[in-house]
């Protein structure tokens, strides 16, 4: 089975129980998205998301607390989250950018 690990911008990982409960300690304006990796038992990276913090919008509502998210694995999984996403009613939170194949830019 796969382990999801929280990992800060310096590489520190965590465990998703210990992120959530400093997290849960900080005031909302100071809790910021951290990246999630999913490792096999060996400890092998099969799938990271990461916030994009260069991103950030910035801005009036609903603006204000946007960020951008990359999702990196071997295999595609591009469809599976999307589904995912979307069935847990994440069309009314996220909005969904173009999928990436690796090369791509999405320039247009």
Excluded: K
């Excluded at 998205?33 to 910035?58: F, H, K, M, N, S």
């Amino acid at each position: 089975g796969l382990t999801p690990v929280i990992v800060d911008e310096e590489r520190n990982a965590t465990s998703v129980d210990a992120f959530l409960a400093a997290w849960r300690q900080m005031a909302p304006d100071d809790r910021l998205p951290e990246g999630i990796e999913l490792r096999d038992e060996r400890g092998t990276i099969a799938l990271i998301i990461q916030p994009v913090y260069w991103a950030q919008v910035g801005g009036p509502m609903p603006y204000h607390d946007s960020y951008t998210y990359e999702i990196y694995s071997y295999d595609d999984v591009s469809v599976r989250v999307l589904d995912f996403l979307r069935a847990e009613g994440g069309e009314a939170c996220w909005d969904f950018g173009p999928v990436l194949n690796p090369g791509e830019t999405g320039e247009r």
